[in-house]
């Protein structure tokens, strides 16, 4: 196994941003370990996050997750705490072991949101040389009380993770590598939102990059990367350690727009028995595939909607459609 340790360099107290070693080399193609000072930014502590998690409460955007998942389990939620407590008595207890809660889409707080664009507006440039028009930007913020882990999984966003506070271990791997996740699991997810072929086996660790990762670490992996995180019980007793804060920042480009409409149009040509190129093997197919998927996906869309406007009218369910963000 790759085993990087990450130790934060120093910056300005009044400039908040993320930032590699070597900016150069950047490639949104590739895992990169990072570093970034917003572990210091005010709206950043925790007394301010549990606000944050108590406003995402009543809008229905905190996710708790059974203390007894390992990192081979299926990537589940729940709309509240598995022992039944209240959102209030949670946070009041959050740094009893086991305890864990995401917050999800903490951009529809405004002051996140100007938050959020701060982190990608740091490394844009970098971004964008090579895949521009960055848009959705969103954020995901993981509270965990060692031991606690986040299951194995991909998604579908580029993502700058930050380490914010307390330890926690991340382990990637490489997006591009089908021996982590087939092709067709990868088509599944981005078409369905399914991870039901999207599973861990120990034999997956030394094809991945394990960080280590404290206050002021970060790594940025590409869309569609597996990844997990472990916070161990082994650091609770050190300063910080009782508990583990993390942030996703996700976002989606042109790039990614692109390559979600080819895995639509890669995903039928699996089901009529052929054996398509992977997005990026063939320039060629890759064109005809993306005019195509943009196609397919909207026509996807515009029936999912129509069915639930159908359901709506025939009985008393109301049916929420979106199609999965950023495909189309």
């Known amino acids: 196994m790759c085993v990087t340790s990450m130790n934060s360099v120093g910056a300005s107290e009044t400039t908040y941003r993320v930032w590699t070693d070597d900016p150069g080399s950047f490639s949104t193609q590739r895992i990169t370990p990072m570093h970034h000072n917003f572990h210091e930014h005010p709206l950043f502590q925790v007394p301010e996050l549990v606000r944050l998690g108590m406003e995402l409460s009543k809008l229905d955007q905190c996710r708790f997750m059974n203390p007894d998942r390992t990192v081979a389990s299926r990537l589940a939620h729940d709309s509240r705490p598995p022992d039944g407590r209240s959102i209030a008595e949670f946070f009041k207890r959050v740094e009893e072991p086991g305890s864990s809660v995401a917050f999800y889409n903490i951009e529809v707080i405004p002051r996140y949101q100007a938050l959020l664009m701060s982190v990608v507006n740091s490394m844009r440039s970098l971004v964008e040389r090579e895949q521009p028009d960055i848009f959705r930007v969103n954020g995901f913020v993981f509270f965990s009380a060692p031991p606690s882990v986040t299951p194995f999984h991909i998604d579908r966003e580029n993502n700058f993770w930050l380490q914010l506070h307390g330890h926690k271990i991340l382990n990637v791997w490489d997006h591009r590598d089908r021996s982590i996740v087939p092709a067709e699991a990868v088509e599944d997810f981005i078409v369905t939102q399914s991870l039901q072929k999207v599973r861990f086996n120990q034999a997956f660790l030394p094809r991945g990059l394990e ?76 064109t005809a595939k993306s005019a195509v998927g943009g196609l397919v996906g909207a026509c996807r869309a515009r029936l999912g909607a129509a069915r639930a406007r159908f359901i709506c009218m025939t009985s008393a369910r109301r049916v929420k459609h979106a199609p999965p963000p950023g495909s189309y």
């Not at 992996?221 to 995180?229: D, E, I, V």
Request: proline share 9%; aromatic share 8%.
């Open 211 to 286: 960080f280590d990762a404290q206050p002021g670490d970060a790594v940025y992996f590409p869309s569609t990367s597996p990844h997990m995180t472990r916070s161990t019980a082994d650091r609770a007793a050190t300063p910080g350690g009782r508990l583990s804060i993390s942030i996703g920042v996700t976002f989606y480009t042109a790039s990614t727009r692109k390559v979600a409409r080819i895995h639509q149009v890669n995903r039928l040509m699996r089901k009529c028995g052929m054996s398509p190129s992977y997005p990026s093997e063939s320039p060629t197919a890759d």
